[in-house]
């Protein structure tokens, strides 16, 4: 069983800070995770990317859309099988929920699939 669980999220003012954080747990199989991404969605729009970072053994690569290039950062802990979205100089356009996306190989198929956590709400007040 696969289980993404967000955590972080909350109200700033514009100018602040907040750190999202991603913990994938895995329970009875074997797993590789491939990829993370954070998305986001704000009300009536469509869900885009925030930020992504690929994994193969000893290397990582991360992508932003122009949007967010010098205001957020997505780290990694492989260890913990966690990830991170620093999100500095926050903005009220920022406000969305906030969805972590793992691509994940899993046993017996060792398929690669995507998979979601539930989203944290981040709301920036003016």
């Known amino acids: 069983q696969v289980q993404l669980v967000e955590s972080g999220g909350g109200l700033v003012q514009a100018g602040g800070s907040l750190r999202l954080s991603c913990a994938v747990s895995?329970?009875?199989?074997?797993?590789?995770?491939?990829?993370m991404t954070w998305y986001r969605q704000a009300p009536g729009k469509q869900r885009e990317l925030v930020a992504r970072?690929?994994?193969?053994?000893?290397?990582?690569?991360?992508d932003y859309p122009d949007s967010v290039k010098g205001r957020f950062t997505i780290s990694r802990n492989n260890t913990k099988n966690m990830v991170y979205l620093q999100m500095n100089s926050l903005k009220p356009e920022h406000t969305a929920v906030y969805y972590c996306?793992?691509?994940?190989?899993?046993?017996?198929?060792?398929?690669?699939?995507?998979?979601w956590g539930q989203g944290t709400q981040v709301t920036v007040s003016s």
């Open positions: 996306n793992a691509d994940m190989r899993t046993m017996p198929t060792w398929k690669l699939d995507p998979y």
């Open positions: 895995v329970s009875g199989t074997s797993f590789s995770i491939a990829a």
């Open positions: 970072i690929t994994m193969s053994s000893g290397t990582s690569s991360t």
